[in-house]
């Protein structure tokens, strides 16, 4: 057991005895052990045989430690399994579902004796959620329009969370000896908004043997989090890790590595778009090779750049295979140079202890000046958002002040004086203007009221767009992926108004945002606006995030020149500020 399987058997005790109506202290005791062991940075499965070493993590007492000591002597926990039996395992399943948390569940089963998905839809249906106490007819529509979310999305993951999982499966096979070259495909490669399955392509003596092949499969079902081996053949192994996913391992020749590269990246329509064109020049493209269909002779392989150079096309970023123009770019030589990572100059959305931040200023201006940022926002919340310690005027005011004495003291990187005020729900802002002006930059965010009609959204965005202190429009669409749907507006209306009053849209990083979408910033594209790549930093590590704005902005087709903050430092500055 690895320590996110003792964390996920923790947290689902925890939650099991919370519908089971248990001590609070008890359920809390079990959900700081889960947090306990997913923070820890060393394998507990190391720290079993002392108990000392375990009893030090804070978070975990004597009764942890013997329900650890019974997990790895048993292979179970008693209690988890003894919860399970007793609910049945379908009870996890409610809990996926949006506003459904254990209390509403253990009321549920109290009167119905109904512990899955399908027996809640059904009573819903039937207006038989309704008549608990608590709940209401409303509640009752709202709990069907979550069922229907969650079948949508199910079997989805966040971007990050599936690379992070496919990087531990690509350090597990490069530990292995006769693995040369391990790729995640798919639409992980493509940078998809979100993940179904992995596919992981592997190529190297190990794959090419019988024998060795059987060894390093061996090897791969030895996977911490590894649940079930759906299949095992000659060139591949399919399994399923604990939360779902399902992941493909795929053993190729190194002359086949490209054609498969290309094959199993995709997507779809580019796929067969590709294929199509390669059967007019008289070729047949598979995972395997290029090959003439005359003769069977094989023209590329090994890369991807020889199979796009084969049928007469430049090489095409994984990002843009989507169908969506990139095969005729590619013929005219016009594809454009796509941005990169680092051509980002600075982070200006992020947040810091004075609100709901992790870090100080200066904690976060270090982390970024690391990182090579010649420049960084402190943009902390207003005062609308009452839950995450928003600043009034008067604070604010003292907030800019310290970000100043930061600036002054902090070398080799500028630091703006920023906020991210909140759009009232009639569009105007959650701070008096004399104070935004005093900003080096504004985002304006949206963070209540998503349930306007479209028209009053479309208006209530204009009117914040129209402020003349406001920069950059934050996460535009308000979007929570695989949790909340975009609220409604005119898109089109919206960016007209953006690009007439030179207000930059963003593309939040954020791995459960990723807004705007690619589709969007195409369209902000199309209508000259500027986008600003930002990671909306609650902690010094969530810098890291830029990476999954710059794959959307890939897909957008978008280079460094339509990015504001590719700019330099006294350019940035002069295009961002507008009061």
């Given at each position: 057991?690895?320590n996110?399987?003792?964390?996920?058997?923790f947290y689902?005790t925890?939650?099991?005895?919370?519908?089971?109506?248990?001590?609070?202290?008890r359920?809390?005791?079990?959900?700081?052990?889960?947090?306990?062991?997913?923070?820890s940075p060393?394998?507990i499965?190391?720290?079993?045989s002392d108990?000392?070493?375990?009893?030090?993590?804070p978070?975990?007492?004597?009764g942890?430690l013997?329900?650890?000591q019974?997990?790895?002597?048993?292979?179970?926990?008693?209690?988890h399994?003894?919860?399970l039996?007793k609910?049945?395992?379908?009870?996890?399943?409610?809990?996926?579902?949006?506003?459904?948390g254990?209390?509403t569940?253990a009321?549920?089963w109290?009167a119905y004796?109904?512990c899955?998905?399908?027996?809640?839809?059904?009573?819903?249906?039937?207006?038989?959620?309704?008549?608990?106490?608590?709940?209401?007819e409303?509640h009752?529509?709202?709990?069907?329009?979550?069922?229907?979310?969650y079948?949508?999305i199910?079997?989805?993951?966040l971007?990050d969370?599936?690379?992070?999982q496919?990087?531990?499966?690509?350090?597990?096979?490069?530990?292995?000896p006769?693995?040369?070259?391990?790729?995640p495909?798919?639409?992980?490669?493509r940078?998809?908004?979100?993940?179904?399955?992995?596919?992981?392509?592997?190529?190297?003596?190990?794959?090419?043997?019988d024998?060795?092949?059987?060894?390093?499969i061996d090897?791969?079902?030895?996977l911490p989090?590894?649940?079930?081996?759906i299949?095992?053949?000659e060139?591949?192994v399919?399994?399923r890790?604990r939360?779902g996913m399902q992941?493909?391992?795929?053993?190729l020749s190194?002359e086949?590595?490209?054609?498969?590269?290309?094959?199993?990246?995709?997507?779809?329509?580019?796929n067969v778009?590709i294929r199509q064109?390669?059967?007019k020049?008289g070729?047949?493209?598979?995972?395997?090779?290029?090959?003439?269909?005359?003769?069977?002779t094989?023209?590329?392989?090994?890369t991807?750049a020889?199979?796009?150079?084969?049928v007469?096309?430049?090489y095409?970023p994984p990002e843009?295979?989507e169908?969506?123009?990139e095969?005729?770019?590619a013929?005219?030589?016009?594809l454009p140079v796509l941005?990169?990572q680092?051509?980002?100059?600075?982070?200006v959305?992020?947040h810091?202890?004075e609100?709901?931040?992790?870090?100080?200023i200066?904690?976060?201006?270090?982390a970024?000046?690391?990182r090579?940022?010649k420049?960084?926002?402190?943009t902390?919340h207003?005062k609308?958002?009452?839950?995450?310690?928003?600043?009034?005027?008067?604070?604010?005011l003292?907030h800019?002040?310290?970000?100043?004495?930061?600036?002054d003291?902090?070398k080799?990187i500028?630091?703006?004086?920023g906020?991210?005020v909140?759009?009232l729900?009639?569009?105007?802002?959650?701070?008096?203007d004399?104070?935004?002006?005093?900003?080096?930059?504004v985002?304006?965010?949206?963070?209540?009221?998503?349930?306007q009609?479209?028209?009053?959204?479309?208006?209530?965005?204009?009117?914040?767009?129209s402020n003349?202190?406001?920069?950059?429009i934050?996460?535009?669409?308000?979007r929570?992926?695989l949790?909340r749907?975009?609220?409604?507006?005119?898109?089109?209306?919206?960016?007209?108004?953006a690009a007439?009053?030179?207000v930059?849209?963003?593309?939040?990083?954020?791995?459960?945002?990723?807004d705007?979408?690619?589709?969007h910033?195409?369209?902000?594209?199309?209508?000259?606006?500027r986008?600003?790549?930002?990671t909306d930093?609650?902690?010094?590590?969530?810098?890291?995030?830029?990476?999954?704005?710059?794959?959307?902005?890939?897909r957008?087709w978008?280079?460094?020149?339509?990015?504001?903050?590719t700019l330099?430092v006294?350019?940035?500055?002069k295009?961002?500020?507008?009061?």
């Open positions: 057991m690895d996110k399987a003792i964390a996920g058997i689902e925890a939650d099991l005895l919370e519908i089971d109506g248990q001590d609070s202290f359920i809390r005791s079990y959900r700081n052990a889960a947090e306990a062991v997913e923070a060393q394998q499965s190391d720290l079993i108990p000392k070493q375990v009893l030090a993590i978070g975990i007492g004597k942890m013997a329900n650890l019974e997990m790895f002597k048993e292979g179970r926990l008693s209690l399994v003894e919860m039996t609910y049945r395992p379908s009870m996890l399943d409610l809990l996926k579902i949006q506003g459904l254990p209390k569940i009321l549920i109290s004796q109904v899955d998905v399908e027996g809640v839809e059904k009573l819903a249906r039937e207006g038989k959620i309704r008549t608990l106490p608590r709940m209401g409303k009752e529509q709202k709990l069907l329009k979550a069922i229907e979310d079948r949508r199910g079997g989805r993951f971007l969370a599936a690379g992070a496919a990087q531990k499966i690509v350090d597990h096979l490069c530990d292995y006769g693995v040369e070259k391990v790729t495909a798919g639409s992980l490669r940078g998809r908004e979100t993940v179904g399955d992995l596919d992981i392509l592997v190529t190297g003596p190990a794959c090419c043997d024998t060795e092949r059987e060894k390093l090897h791969i079902i030895k989090g590894l649940m079930e081996i299949a095992r053949g060139n591949k399919s399994f890790l939360g992941v493909d391992v795929r053993f190194p086949s590595f490209g054609a498969a590269m290309q094959y199993f990246t995709g997507s779809k329509g580019h778009a064109r390669a059967l020049m070729y047949t493209l598979s995972e395997y090779s290029l090959a003439r269909l005359d003769d069977a094989v023209v590329a392989g090994k991807e020889e199979i796009y150079a084969a007469g096309l430049d095409i843009m295979r169908n969506t123009g095969i005729e770019a013929e005219k030589h016009t941005i990169r680092e051509d980002i100059q600075g982070d959305h992020m810091t202890v609100t709901d931040g992790r870090n100080s200066e904690e976060m201006a270090e970024a000046r690391e090579g940022y420049y960084m926002a402190i902390d207003s609308n958002l009452a839950f995450a310690n928003g600043l009034d005027d008067e604070r604010a003292k800019i002040e310290c970000i100043r004495a930061a600036n003291s902090i080799e500028r630091i703006f004086a906020i991210e909140d759009i729900g009639d569009g105007t802002l959650d701070l008096s004399e104070v935004l002006q005093q900003m080096d930059l985002i304006a965010s949206v963070h209540s009221h998503f349930g009609s479209a028209p009053d959204m479309t208006d209530r965005l204009i009117r914040a767009i003349p202190n406001t920069s950059i934050g996460h535009p669409t308000g929570l992926l949790r749907d975009a609220y409604q507006f005119d898109m089109d209306e919206v960016l007209k108004a007439q009053n030179k930059a849209m963003e593309l939040n990083s954020y791995p459960d945002r990723l705007l979408c690619d589709r910033l195409r369209l902000a594209k199309q209508y000259g606006v986008i600003v790549i930002n930093s609650h902690h010094t590590s969530h810098l890291d995030k830029i990476k999954y704005g710059i794959l959307q902005a890939r957008a978008l280079t460094k020149e339509d990015v504001l903050n330099p006294d350019k940035f500055a295009a961002i500020k507008r009061g």
